[in-house]
């Protein structure tokens, strides 16, 4: 039985606000899709109501019926209770217009590079027609691999992970959008099964959370599988093997756009003698950067 008061809460509105004061008071942490009480709240009531996600305003004063009102209950309790990703709960996520499903098997989609893809990388790799092959690596639930076919219409893309059960999240992510014949799955460590394989663009959101920053996540972030978080003491160990593997993979003159949250000044002092570009993204602008296959081949051979 659901502990909210549901013969007081009638409308949306009473809702609404009852969770807000929930979250509030439970001290949940955000991140998954939304980054405040309000918008998480009113996201799982309009789930949970089947109303459009988009459309708050109109239903706001629409009175529940005991069931929903029931249901509603459970649901905000779970949320509270077990300290679960409103995204574990749906079964869903978003980056912009396009739907993911998600379980726990991955990390909830939220990357940056999202936003850049297409005319944001312009300038890097030509129009859209000028990328005809393309990677995700680290590809978990194959969100980035679908933006990139969105995006760049001509290209083939392969969309690798080390891990077998994100690949099959990913291809149920895949199949979802009838991309079957453009994008492969590759269970790979890294660049390990690409032997061979070069790119116009790779782009990575690869484990990058710190040791010490393992240890103080919210529980929230608990419910993510561990191997799509850790990055080693500084964050950084992934990265180290694709900054130094990335130009075997990349066509001349192509770029790599990897993600690293807020881990700048870590990435800045570990690759003090790489020209990285760091790029404007919705929400921020120390989380990705990109580097050119020259400036890496410089490195590696210098």
């Not at 291809?171 to 269970?187: F, K, P, S, T």
């Amino acid at each position: 039985m659901s502990s909210a008061p549901v013969e007081e809460l009638v409308t949306v509105r009473d809702w609404l606000r009852y969770a807000v004061s929930r979250f509030g008071a439970a001290g949940l942490a955000f991140g998954h899709g939304t980054t405040n009480a309000y918008d998480e709240a009113a996201y799982l009531i309009l789930w949970a109501l089947h109303l459009p996600l988009d459309r708050l305003e109109p239903f706001l004063d629409a009175r529940l019926t005991l069931e929903e009102r029931e249901e509603l209950g459970a649901l905000l309790d779970r949320r509270i209770e077990e300290r679960v990703p409103a995204a574990y709960i749906t079964r869903e996520a978003w980056l912009g217009d396009f739907r993911f499903h998600v379980d726990e098997r991955v990390i909830v989609p939220r990357s940056f590079i999202a936003s850049l893809l297409g005319e944001g990388l312009e300038p890097f790799v030509g129009d859209a027609a000028s990328v005809h092959k393309a990677l995700d690596l680290c590809t978990g639930s194959g969100c980035l691999a679908v933006l990139l076919a969105h995006a760049y219409p001509c290209a083939d893309i392969d969309a690798v992970d080390i891990s077998p059960d994100a690949l099959a999240v990913a291809q149920h992510n895949v199949a979802e959008y009838g991309l079957e014949d453009r994008i492969n799955l590759i269970a790979s460590d890294l660049f390990d099964k690409l032997a061979g394989k070069q790119y116009d663009l790779i782009v990575s959101n690869p484990p990058y959370v710190s040791a010490n920053a393992m240890v103080a996540l919210p529980p929230e972030y608990r419910h993510e599988p561990a191997l799509a978080l850790e990055g080693g003491d500084d964050g950084l160990d992934a990265v180290r093997t694709i900054l130094r593997e990335a130009p075997r993979f990349l066509h001349p003159g192509a770029p790599i756009v990897v993600e690293i949250g807020h881990n700048r000044g870590s990435v800045e002092a570990a690759f003090s003698d790489l020209p990285l570009m760091w790029l404007e993204t919705d929400g921020a602008c120390d989380a990705v950067f990109l580097a050119r296959r020259e400036d890496l081949l410089d490195r590696v051979s210098g």
